[in-house]
């Protein structure tokens, strides 16, 4: 091991030594980029999204929350919602799910049929 010198100055001790850059340093020395690498659609998917501008997708987005909103006041919260195409309209119809029900002949109550 070699002697340490006494009496130097920081600039005389850290002469000819280099930091190895960790995340703590690089953070400051370079602007922080996005690592998000745009994926290019699929042409077909292009297509079905292609007449959505963003206007377009506001007024659709605010017309089916009030949608939601009116069906929820309702007490309908399983809903699905169809579409169709009738003439030069393109209308959304909320279709209510029903719950999946029990086979005909069986019926909710005891199962060895006597009532208290």
């Known amino acids: 091991m070699a002697k340490i010198k ?17 995340f703590e340093t690089d953070i400051a020395d370079e602007p922080v980029r996005s690592s998000v690498k745009v994926m290019k659609k699929d042409p077909a998917e292009d297509i079905n999204s292609a007449y959505f501008t963003p206007e377009l997708k506001e007024a659709v987005g605010k017309a089916l929350l009030e949608l939601k909103l009116n069906l929820y006041k309702e007490g309908i919260v399983d809903y699905q919602v169809k579409v169709s195409c009738q003439g030069n309209q393109v209308l959304l119809t909320a279709v209510e799910q029903k719950p999946k029900s029990r086979q005909a002949g069986e019926q909710p109550g005891p199962q060895n049929g006597k009532h208290k």
Do not use: C, I
């Not at 001790?13 to 960790?22: A, H, I, S």
């Open 6 to 22: 006494k009496n130097l100055s920081d600039a005389e001790m850290l002469r000819g030594w280099q930091e190895q850059p960790t």
